[in-house]
């Protein structure tokens, strides 16, 4: 018996321990992962000019806080009571909660699940049926502690799905990433376009003031007989014009405001408010250098977000993979049992449980060879999903480059057309008052000055909102001291739900 069980015994024995070095080297059948190409040019088709006007800069986005990004102390309160505030980024960081509740869910299937477990029963059995020929009640009662089909990762089945399950965390904390970045471009973008909007509103209500003075003018000069129904006419007609203009930017004003409200989650104060004229210099910084494209693959979260996405289905693959092999679940226990409880614990009632089962996939119906190719479809669809949310970064940043290229020279082209369309409107009212020029060159002159403050107006926000979106598409608006609050902010919650 013994030259028998000793071959045997050296065989098992080095099969075990490479099953237990299997085990402990933690390997998976998932194929190693590239990061795919990169699909976009290595430079950007931007204008020499703009190039070197960015690379002036010295200060990258992801390392410029967007605190000194606005120079508006007004901004900077508005900024922030968005992220205190607002639904759908606290949407993003519960979700970011619960994809980190789930790896942990994943991460526990490594680890027995150790539990104790309590049972008594109790049953007649008929002397018709008794092996003894006697019949009677019988009872039971068992307390054991142990384990309940614990598998063996041995081909690295459940650390796929681990490693899956890591990659949807950090993909999930790029996506609130994301919408931390948006989330401060849209209130910045919005507090602009309302300051643009007040800007609009009172030279649209100064003109009202304007047209009504010039109609009451023409009413009067028509009454004395000094003043055609032509020009009287006209007059009017410019004045429910201009008084069109005002109830529209009255409109606007009003939609800006609840846009912006909405964005920060609640109402805003008056004196949060921008002023007169305030739209200049609302930012602290005139340019942000682009750098390069590959940058874009560390900065951007969306981009990041992405590639955890493609990982995570690679990952799956090995799972899939893994299925094909044989699964060994281990289910023991150690206890005591009694027929009666208030012996449960004498000597002589303790036992012990071990059921080992491996299970191998013979026949499956092409059930786990199709599962195989749906993960390796996935991992396709996720590296061409990776590659758009890199050329849709790369188009961002072109477009937004090729805007920084041309806002100051519209700005400096606006500003001295509205100064010269100032100069021709004085020039015609002078030569109208001296009764050279007729009334119809006044409107005429009016309206284009009009037109003229308007497009000032509206290339003064461009240029500054061109900013705010350049910054936004280079992945700004995150850097370690934002981490830290966020990580603050989600400990503040976790402790507000233990007291509770």
Same mark, same amino acid.
């Given at each position: 018996?013994? +030259?028998?069980s000793?071959?045997?015994?050296?065989?098992?024995?080095?099969?075990?321990l490479?099953? =237990?070095?299997?085990?402990l080297?933690?390997?998976?059948?998932?194929p190693t992962?590239?990061?795919?190409?990169?699909?976009?040019?290595?430079?950007?088709?931007?204008?020499?000019?703009?190039?070197?006007?960015?690379?002036?800069?010295?200060?990258?986005?992801?390392?410029?806080?967007?605190?000194?990004?606005?120079a508006?102390?007004?901004? +900077?309160?508005i900024v922030?009571?968005?992220?205190?505030n607002? +639904?759908?980024?606290?949407?993003a /960081?519960?979700?970011?909660?619960?994809?980190?509740?789930q790896y942990s869910?994943?991460r526990a299937?490594?680890?027995?699940?150790? &539990?104790?477990?309590?049972d008594?029963s109790?049953?007649?059995?008929?002397? $018709?049926?008794s092996?003894?020929g006697?019949?009677?009640? &019988?009872?039971?009662?068992?307390?054991?502690?142990?384990?309940?089909?614990y598998?063996?990762?041995?081909?690295?089945?459940?650390?796929?799905?681990?490693?899956?399950a890591?990659?949807?965390?950090?993909?999930?904390? #790029?996506?609130?990433r994301?919408?931390?970045?948006?989330?401060?471009?849209?209130?910045?973008?919005?507090y602009?376009s309302?300051?643009?909007?007040?800007?609009? *509103?009172?030279?649209?209500?100064e003109?009202?003031?304007?047209r009504?003075?010039?109609?009451?003018?023409?009413?009067?000069?028509?009454?004395?007989g000094?003043a055609? *129904?032509? #020009?009287?006419?006209?007059a009017?007609?410019?004045l429910?014009?201009a008084?069109?203009?005002?109830l529209?930017?009255?409109?606007?004003?009003?939609?800006n +405001?609840?846009?912006?409200?909405?964005?920060?989650?609640?109402p805003?104060?008056?004196?949060l =408010?921008?002023?007169?004229?305030?739209?200049v210099?609302m930012?602290?910084?005139r340019?942000?250098?682009?750098g390069?494209?590959?940058?874009?693959?560390?900065n951007?979260?969306?981009?990041l977000a992405a590639?955890?996405?493609?990982?995570?289905?690679?990952?799956d693959?090995?799972a899939?993979?893994?299925?094909?092999?044989? $699964?060994?679940?281990?289910?023991?226990?150690?206890?005591?049992?009694?027929?009666?409880?208030?012996?449960?614990?004498d000597?002589?009632?303790?036992?012990?449980?071990?059921?080992p089962q491996?299970?191998l996939?013979?026949?499956?119906? &092409?059930?786990?060879?199709?599962?195989?190719?749906?993960?390796?479809?996935?991992?396709?669809?996720?590296v061409?999903q990776?590659?758009q949310?890199?050329?849709?970064?790369?188009r961002?940043?072109?477009?937004?480059?090729?805007?920084? &290229?041309?806002?100051?020279?519209?700005?400096?082209?606006?500003?001295?057309r509205?100064?010269?369309?100032?100069a021709?409107?004085?020039?015609?009212?002078?030569?109208?008052?001296?009764?050279?020029?007729?009334?119809?060159?006044?409107?005429?002159? *009016?309206?284009t000055?009009y037109? /003229?403050?308007?497009?000032?107006?509206?290339?003064?926000?461009?240029q500054q909102? $061109? =900013?705010?979106?350049?910054?936004?598409t280079?992945?700004?608006g995150?850097?370690?001291?934002?981490?830290?609050?966020? #990580?603050?902010?989600?400990?503040?919650?976790?402790?507000?739900?233990?007291?509770?």
């Amino acid at each position: 018996m013994n +030259r028998l069980s000793s071959p045997l015994s050296h065989c098992v024995r080095p099969l075990g321990l490479s099953l =237990l070095a299997v085990a402990l080297a933690g390997c998976t059948l998932a194929p190693t992962y590239q990061r795919p190409a990169s699909p976009v040019a290595a430079q950007w088709p931007i204008a020499p000019a703009a190039a070197g006007r960015a690379n002036a800069a010295s200060t990258a986005a992801v390392d410029l806080p967007w605190q000194d990004l606005f120079a508006d102390p007004k901004l +900077r309160r508005i900024v922030q009571l968005a992220l205190d505030n607002n +639904r759908d980024l606290r949407v993003a /960081a519960l979700n970011v909660e619960k994809a980190r509740a789930q790896y942990s869910i994943q991460r526990a299937e490594l680890i027995p699940q150790v &539990g104790v477990n309590a049972d008594g029963s109790a049953g007649r059995t008929p002397a $018709s049926v008794s092996s003894t020929g006697v019949g009677g009640v &019988g009872h039971a009662y068992y307390l054991d502690v142990g384990i309940s089909a614990y598998e063996l990762d041995l081909f690295g089945r459940l650390r796929s799905l681990k490693a899956e399950a890591l990659q949807s965390y950090l993909a999930t904390e #790029e996506t609130r990433r994301a919408a931390h970045i948006s989330l401060i471009s849209q209130v910045a973008s919005n507090y602009l376009s309302l300051a643009a909007d007040l800007d609009l *509103q009172k030279l649209a209500h100064e003109t009202l003031r304007s047209r009504q003075e010039a109609y009451d003018l023409q009413t009067d000069l028509a009454d004395a007989g000094n003043a055609s *129904q032509l #020009e009287l006419r006209q007059a009017e007609s410019e004045l429910e014009n201009a008084r069109a203009e005002a109830l529209t930017t009255d409109n606007q004003v009003a939609a800006n +405001r609840n846009a912006l409200e909405l964005l920060v989650g609640a109402p805003l104060a008056a004196d949060l =408010l921008p002023g007169s004229g305030a739209l200049v210099g609302m930012l602290g910084v005139r340019e942000i250098p682009a750098g390069l494209p590959s940058d874009l693959l560390h900065n951007r979260p969306d981009i990041l977000a992405a590639e955890h996405t493609l990982v995570g289905a690679n990952a799956d693959i090995g799972a899939a993979r893994a299925a094909f092999f044989p $699964s060994i679940s281990l289910t023991g226990g150690l206890g005591r049992a009694s027929d009666q409880l208030s012996s449960l614990f004498d000597h002589g009632g303790r036992y012990w449980t071990f059921a080992p089962q491996i299970s191998l996939p013979i026949f499956s119906g &092409g059930r786990l060879k199709a599962q195989l190719e749906v993960s390796k479809v996935e991992r396709d669809i996720a590296v061409a999903q990776y590659e758009q949310a890199i050329q849709t970064a790369f188009r961002e940043v072109a477009d937004a480059l090729a805007q920084r &290229g041309v806002v100051d020279k519209q700005l400096a082209a606006q500003r001295k057309r509205a100064e010269a369309a100032q100069a021709a409107y004085d020039l015609v009212q002078a030569r109208y008052d001296e009764g050279v020029a007729s009334y119809l060159e006044v409107l005429d002159a *009016q309206r284009t000055l009009y037109t /003229a403050q308007q497009a000032h107006i509206q290339a003064e926000l461009s240029q500054q909102t $061109s =900013l705010v979106t350049l910054y936004k598409t280079l992945g700004g608006g995150w850097n370690g001291r934002t981490q830290a609050l966020a #990580e603050l902010g989600g400990a503040t919650r976790d402790m507000s739900r233990q007291t509770q």
